[in-house]
């Protein structure tokens, strides 16, 4: 493409979004994410980088999800999806930072100078799909993506209002037909038909075609019942199970409460995030002692699990819970498949609570990696793994099969011995009904609920596999998040200077203690975990962190908590 061409790009801005703020944006751990308001520019340069992306993978189509997840309404964000359905390479992540920071004048060139940096072929054909949340603000980011796909003439697919998980089993699929159909509802057979190979199907039909396959082989019985209550955070994915639930035919029953209706806002005291953060119900959903409740995130990638106690207590089931109830599970049906030489791990992050790690690798026999807080850490580790469960704790993650291991459970299931054949025939739904690409909260809720039926189980009998610490997180806000650099996944801080060894001395005030900080990837703040013998203990203990955090890097305000 000669640089004449690249003038519509320069265009495009000054008319259309230019750069009105000085504020600098990052791409972090899920993307730019910030204040609605300061993002279009953004969007329509991660329009000409998805562009130049798709370039570079020969034409391969590249995602753009408008989102900001579990943040509040007035924030928004973008990320871009890779070809396989994967976060952006991250290498890329400091060339997406500098186009979004550069002056409307000075976009031309380096658009310029990326394309030549990266060896694009800008003369191949280009291809992006972009999807949005719910907030009023996404339309509007999304034309400006479009317009960024149009400046450097690739072809912009527009998926109007899905999950974020919806779009990378999209992008996915658009290039790996054998995955799917990349579509919501397929097109060959008719929503949610179980006829045809996975390959023929879109989402709904591969993942909930697999969930109505695998439960008529699992007759209810015990003490699990079918009905679940869903906290849908007012956003796209309760309004997904609502589509949902119409075909499910009675084999769960979707009791749905924040849907977006009623004055309900996105993400404000409720939600996945809400919940596992406050340890408190969400407002606007119904209760009955012991039943369970599913929480999910504004953009639909985050699954919690709650119960209350005839006392009106919560117990939470997060992401920690959920990672070992589906690697035991699994576990227990490579053994009756006699699957021996496939080798399952679990990935983990540093807000990982510290009775599950014990519970996994001492209970359950089964090797753990921690790795850095964010998806695209704990997928790629996962991926060493022939089969990688990885969950944050707040309840992102989802499950890996390598190729060599679903090979070994297709052969036994055709050539196995009978109880073998039926154990991998699971399995083989099982991994239909994940969602590999990434973590997705419909996917996962599809996959508890399996479990649960297979055990008999109710939600009581799940909490009690193992008993989690009490912990706390909170925030600080300080000048500059990056003065607080860290190592070992997080767990130790290297900077600033005094800061790791003040939490060395509060930590060893409290039995069980274990605390450690992080710069946010997705807001401008420090967070703060702590845990410890007590609920009170972990709260004390994460209070005395925070105030060190606010002494020692440069806290904001009169006080340490954000």
């Known amino acids: 493409m000669p640089p004449s061409s690249l003038r519509v790009v320069y265009a495009f ?3 259309m979004h230019p750069k009105t703020t000085d504020v600098f944006i990052e791409y972090g751990t899920a993307g730019f994410r910030t204040k609605a308001s300061l993002l279009e520019h953004v969007v329509y340069r991660m329009g000409l980088l998805a562009v130049i992306r798709s370039r570079v993978k020969n034409g391969r189509t590249i995602g753009m999800m408008i989102t900001a997840s579990h943040n509040l309404e007035p924030d928004n964000g973008v990320k871009l999806i890779d070809p396989e359905g994967e976060m952006l390479e991250q290498s890329w992540e400091e060339i997406a930072t500098r186009l979004a920071n550069v002056s409307d004048n000075d976009l031309e060139a380096t658009t310029a100078e990326v394309i030549k940096q990266v060896n694009a072929d800008m003369g191949l054909k280009a291809s992006v799909f972009i999807g949005m949340d719910t907030r009023y603000t996404s339309p509007r980011l999304a034309a400006a993506a479009v317009h960024g796909v149009m400046a450097l003439k690739g072809t912009a697919k527009e998926f109007g209002i899905v999950t974020t998980p919806i779009l990378h089993y ?14 919501e509802e397929g097109r060959k057979y008719g929503p949610y038909s179980l006829v045809g190979t996975p390959g023929e199907r879109g989402y ?6 697999a969930f109505k396959n695998i439960r008529g082989k699992l007759p209810v019985h015990g003490s699990y019942n079918t009905t679940l209550y869903v906290d849908g955070a007012n956003g796209v994915g309760g309004k997904k199970l609502n589509i949902i639930k119409k075909s499910l035919d009675g084999e769960l029953d979707l009791v749905l409460y924040n849907l977006g209706g009623n004055g309900g806002k996105l993400n404000l005291n409720c939600g996945a995030d809400f919940v596992k953060v406050s340890q408190t119900p969400p407002v606007g959903v119904e209760h009955a002692p012991f039943q369970r409740v599913a929480s999910l995130d504004g953009d639909g990638d985050r699954l919690v699990y709650y119960y209350l106690d005839n006392n009106n207590k919560m117990h939470l089931l997060d992401g920690d819970k959920i990672a070992t109830l589906l690697a035991s599970y699994v576990t227990e049906l490579l053994k009756a498949c006699e699957a021996t030489d496939l080798k399952l791990g679990l990935v983990q992050t540093a807000y990982a609570n510290g009775a599950s790690t014990k519970y996994i690798t001492e209970d359950l026999k089964v090797p753990v990696s921690c790795v850095k807080t964010g998806v695209k850490h704990l997928h790629h580790a996962a991926q060493s793994y022939d089969i990688g469960v990885y969950f944050e704790a707040n309840g992102h993650g989802t499950v890996l099969y390598s190729d060599k291991a679903k090979t070994t459970i297709r052969r036994i299931a055709q050539e196995g011995e009978p109880e073998q054949r ?4 699971l399995l083989l739904n099982f991994i239909d009904m994940t969602n590999e690409t990434v973590g997705d909260a419909i996917s996962d809720l599809f996959l508890v609920e399996t479990v649960l039926c297979a055990r008999g ?5 799940w909490m009690e596999a193992y008993t989690d610490l009490p912990c706390r997180q909170l925030k600080v806000t300080v000048q500059d998040r990056n003065a607080i650099s860290t190592a070992d996944a997080e767990r130790r801080c290297t900077a600033p200077e005094g800061l790791q060894s003040r939490i060395d001395e509060l930590v060893a005030t409290y039995k069980s203690g274990r605390s450690f900080v992080r710069p946010s990837g997705t807001e401008d703040v420090v967070r703060v975990y702590a845990e410890a013998d007590t609920q009170e203990n972990a709260d004390k203990l994460a209070a005395e962190v925070s105030q060190a955090v606010f002494d020692l890097a440069g806290g904001v305000g009169d006080r340490p908590l954000a």
Do not use: F, H, L
């Open 13 to 15: 801005a000054r008319e």
């Open 170 to 183: 999209c992008v996915r699929c658009r290039n790996d037909n054998t995955y799917g159909t990349p579509t």
């Open 204 to 209: 709904y039909e591969k993942i909930v075609g």
């Open 422 to 425: 039926k154990a991998a025939q």
């Open 457 to 461: 189980q109710n939600v009581k009998d």
